[in-house]
């Protein structure tokens, strides 16, 4: 398994008991009950975006000590930093306010405070833009960083598996 390449979406709000990465949280302690956590999909939908919520719960796992450490390397880059300049915020400061408490939603809000809103059509082309990362990427080499996170994670004979989407789909135990 290879750590995360990008962002998260959704609406959940962590104190509530959710799972988290196939497991429950406790929503006592805020702490999941297991120190391999994978963060949710990034198929994930919050206000409409993708991945958003994958990166809040990057966040929020890693600050509990329960995100696995093959995603600690990447924070604020890759996709999680695509998606923060996607909605004007820096990482920093994103991250210190999702550990200040809060649902997904309104933390979205919060990031609409700091720039305009993106209107339909701009969240539309962050959509599908994210959604097809992967395929047919060979000019910046995405297409062979995927291939590598395929062969890593011995899932290089799956062709089905075109977009980091899917690989995470498939890596982190969602999808067979």
């Not at 959940?12 to 006592?28: I, K, N, P, T």
């Not at 206000?47 to 924070?75: C, E, S, T």
């Amino acid at each position: 398994m290879m750590g995360d390449f990008g962002l998260d979406a959704g609406g959940a709000d962590f104190r509530l008991q959710r799972r988290v990465g196939g497991l429950r949280s406790d929503s006592q302690t805020m702490q999941p009950k297991h120190q391999d956590a994978f963060p949710r999909s990034a198929y994930d939908l919050t206000g409409g975006i993708v991945y958003f919520a994958r990166m809040l719960d990057k966040i929020r796992l890693h600050d509990a000590g329960a995100l696995r450490a093959d995603y600690h390397a990447n924070p604020g880059s890759g996709f999680d930093g695509r998606c923060c300049r996607f909605l004007g915020t820096e990482y920093p400061a994103l991250r210190e306010r999702v550990l200040a408490g809060g649902t997904d939603d309104e933390i979205l809000a919060w990031c609409f405070t700091q720039v305009k809103r993106p209107n339909d059509e701009q969240v539309l082309v962050w959509n599908k833009f994210m959604l097809k990362r992967g395929w047919r990427d060979e000019d910046d080499g995405s297409n062979q960083e995927l291939e590598r996170y395929k062969a890593s994670s011995g899932l290089a004979h799956r062709t089905d598996i075109i977009t980091f989407f899917d690989f995470y789909e498939v890596d982190e135990g969602r999808k067979p």
